[in-house]
């Protein structure tokens, strides 16, 4: 079985790190990392990850926008998205659905529940 490759966009090192190991070790899966939007959409389409765990909040690029370039590129529109984020009210949570993200993970998250909360999110086995 090939490793599932994740890419992980979020401007806060801590959280790039604490999720690329997670996600390595307890899922065995490849992880690519980006700190901004702009070097996620390269990576994205460089990569054609499995799934893009995306960051919110972001300074110059944010993570909506950051969807929305990724929607309008044949070559990623395709890659299920998950929001990384600390808005987890309603009316934030109908507002991604809304704009078709696959899922939401809120931060802080628990590292030791990360794989678990990806693979049930996309019906990975």
């Not at 944010?62 to 009210?89: E, M, R, S």
């Amino acid at each position: 079985m090939i490793a599932k490759c994740i890419l992980i966009i979020d401007d806060e090192e801590d959280i790039r790190e604490v999720a690329q190991l997670t996600l390595e070790t307890i899922g065995g899966w490849q992880v690519f990392t980006a700190e901004s939007g702009l070097e996620g959409l390269q990576l994205a389409e460089a990569e054609k990850p499995d799934v893009i765990l995306l960051d919110v909040m972001m300074p110059e690029m944010d993570g909506l926008t950051t969807f929305a370039k990724l929607q309008a590129n044949p070559l990623t529109q395709n890659i299920p998205v998950i929001l990384l984020t600390a808005k987890v009210q309603s009316t934030d949570q109908r507002r991604f659905a809304e704009l078709g993200v696959t899922g939401m993970i809120a931060k802080p998250f628990d590292p030791m529940t990360l794989t678990d909360q990806l693979t049930e999110t996309l019906g990975w086995s």
